[in-house]
Each structure stands twice: as C-alpha cells, then as structure tokens.
C-alpha cells in the first residue's frame, strides 16, 4: 500500500512517514519545504509542492495515480494562532483552501481515505477541564476555525462520495522519536524555552496566578511518537466497515503546568532554568487536559510516554542539531 502524506518532511510528519516506512510502506510526501527538510524522509518520494496553491489538485492527483495512493494523511497547513488572527483570509486561504485542493484531488484520483491533522484549538476555552469530543467546539481564533471547517468538509464528502475520514484533534505535541526529527521551529513551548536557554536568556512564564497548584496554566502533553502512533491506529480504523466516530483526541489525560514543564527542561539539560514571569497572555484557559478515552475504546491507542520523556528526548534532539548548548560554560 501506498500512503501520501502531505506536509510530510515537517515535524509531526516525519515521524509518521518514518512509522510508516517501518512497517514496509510505501510513502509519497507532498510538501513545499517552507518548513519542512527533504532529508527527513528517507526514501519516500518527493512531489515538491503547495497544496494550497495554484495546479496542487493536479499535481496531487497525478501523485495519487501514478504511485498508486490508497490513502492520505494531511498534514501540510499553517498552525499560528497570533498569525492566524493578524491575518485571517489567509489562514482560511492556506489551511481550507489547502484541505479543499487535497479532497479534490483523492475523489479525481478515487482515493477514498484521509486522515486529517485537527487540534485541540477547536474547542477554545472550554468550562471543563477534562474535554471530551462530544463537547461542542467553540474555537475563539481563525486557526481553530480553519481546522474545525475541515472536519466539517472531510464529513461533507464522505455523506456525497464515501470519504472515509478521521480527524485527530492533536493537544500539546512535543518530543522527539529521534534526534534528527527533533521539532525545528521555535512555536511551541519546550522549544522555546530551549531556544531562550540557547541564548543564554531566561525562559518565560505568561502568568502565574491562575487557580492552578502552582498558578501557572496546565496543558496535556502528548509525546510525538505516541501522536504519530495515533495516526497509523486511524489508517487501520479506516479499513473497518463500521466506524462509529470521525473525530478523536490525541492526549494522555493528565495534565502538567508550565512551571512542572520548565523545570523538568532544567532536570535534563542541567542549566538553570529561572524563569521570568509576564503578564498573562490574552485567551490562555487555566487548563486544557483531553479525555484519551473514545480514541483508546476504539482504536485501542494509548499513550505510551510521559513527561520526562517527552523532555528527555527534546533535549536529546536539541543537542544534535545545529544549535546546541555547551553545558559546560553554564
């Protein structure tokens, strides 16, 4: 079998092409190398491309066809929350329009499985603390918008053409699986704690008296090995006949604080991690924890690593790429 994965030289999306090469398939990456690194992905083959702009149907179509594509894992969007509300057209633009020209071109080329790259963003600032997927999503940027309108669209083609369709609505992603798929942008926070660290700077902490143990938010952090796990569960899931749900998180249940998650960076690495506290950051919920239960029911996912490893190979990752630290001179 023959899965394309779009976006697929980038974080998330090598660690699935890689898992997905282990177990003997082959792969197709359509990427624009915007982000992600052609090295990243072995011996998949490269079909270098925007999915959001102009002939993607095509070229992902003449992919599909030509290496005999059974099924897609969409990866390939934009993911900035400050971004996507400085510049709202074009998040709708790149991350609808992208999902658009994929679902486009898999009915052309009758490839009838996708999984798609959702987030937890959907649900925006949920009363809850444990967030199940029955919950009615309310998401409060246009980044979220984006993701919850593709699974929207996934369910509107399967009712008119039979797209089998599951969306991962993904919590904190961290990690690394191996050093050289460490995560390369500086979005989210262990890198960014890294990279300040990096600089010999202090790591941040946007408020600290939120009604947490320790006043700082509390987030789940789901290691990308075990995300990466969840998507391979979800290609098998759409081999069944009967699918009761489309839609699943991707977490462990258990949550950790940014205070725990810096500090935890200190363990590993052994730098002072002090931090500097700001002012609290507009939209921060105290506590955004999934509910992993409908995803382990049935799909038989669980998440296999905690904290100190996500930490522990993130530093691992960090230290074998370009920018790493000399403890030594800390």
């Known amino acids: 079998m ?37 090295e990243r992905i072995g011996d998949a083959v490269l079909v270098e491309c925007d999915v959001a702009g102009p002939g993607a149907v095509e070229a992902m179509r003449v992919a599909m066809v030509e290496h005999d594509v059974r099924a897609v894992v969409h990866f390939a969007a934009r993911k900035q929350v400050g971004e996507s509300v400085e510049k709202p057209a074009w998040y709708y633009q790149q991350n609808v ?10 009915e052309s080329a009758d490839v009838d499985r996708l999984v798609f790259s959702s987030s937890a963003a959907t649900y925006g600032m949920p009363s809850v603390s444990s967030v199940e997927e029955k919950l009615h999503a309310e998401p409060i940027n246009p980044y979220g918008e984006t993701k919850l309108i593709g699974e929207w669209l996934g369910r509107a083609a399967g009712r008119a053409w039979g797209l089998r369709f599951v969306a991962l ?44 143990p320790d006043g700082t938010c509390i987030r789940d952090y789901i290691h990308v090995l075990d995300l990466a796990e969840a998507h391979l569960a979800s290609l098998d899931y759409l081999d069944l006949d009967e699918r009761e749900h489309d839609v699943f998180n991707v977490g462990t ?76 001179e800390r």
């Open 2 to 38: 023959t899965t394309l994965v779009t976006g697929g030289a980038g974080y998330i999306g090598a660690h699935v092409v890689r898992l997905l090469q282990e177990r003997g398939e082959k792969v197709v990456v359509v990427d624009d190398l915007s982000t992600g690194r052609p």
């Open 97 to 106: 329009g992208g999902l658009t020209n994929v679902i486009a071109a898999m």
């Open 169 to 212: 609505r993904y919590f904190n992603v961290a990690g690394a699986g191996w050093p050289e798929l460490g995560d390369p942008a500086i979005l989210n926070l262990v890198p960014m704690v890294l990279d300040r660290l990096e600089r010999s700077e202090r790591p941040k902490i946007f408020g600290d008296d939120y009604p947490t």
């Open 253 to 328: 249940g258990t949550g950790a604080s940014v205070r725990e998650v810096i500090e935890q960076i200190g363990r590993a690495s052994g730098l002072d991690v002090t931090a500097d506290v700001e002012p609290r950051r507009a939209g921060d919920p105290p506590q955004l924890v999934a509910s992993p239960e409908r995803i382990r029911l049935e799909l038989g996912w669980v998440a296999k690593q905690g904290l100190e490893e996500i930490i522990d190979s993130a530093w691992e990752a960090w230290q074998a790429g370009p920018r790493a630290i000399d403890v030594g």
